[in-house]
């Protein structure tokens, strides 16, 4: 089976039992369920059981076993993650503990990225955006050089 490309931007609330509707057209991604860690940038992840053991299998395969930075990344991936299903109308409970890492409060960005979800707090989200618009070209550049 192809996994589904994961792409786009959607704003939603975060209601009132910590839970936030995974988008519509992202969903069929998660009909295994759902891992939800702390990510980069202050942001959390969403993956499918799949594609989380995936991540984590090419992250542990990417340094030495026995690497302090290689633990330590794989701690901090593995050790905040929690397993959840969608509920019938495509939501998922995210824990306290994660949405005060992420400083989410009620405003919340999904972003689409490829083989997973990113879930921002939506402020953070636009400031984020700003500064990756504003130096895309460079980055771009840096790349191509690369």
Known sequence: ??????????????????????????????????????????????????EFERYLEEQAGATPPMSSKGRSQLRFLAAGAVADQLDRQGRVTIPARLLDYAAITREVTIVGVRDHI???????????LKSLEEGADAIADELAAS
């Open 118 to 128: 990113e879930i921002w707090e939506r402020s953070a989200w636009a400031r984020y």
């Open 1 to 50: 089976m192809q996994r589904p490309l994961l792409v786009g931007e959607y704003e939603f609330t975060l209601d009132a039992k910590n839970r936030i509707a995974v988008p519509a057209r992202l969903r069929s991604a998660f009909v295994d369920g759902i891992y939800i860690t702390r990510w980069y940038e202050d942001s959390l992840a969403g993956f499918s059981p799949a």
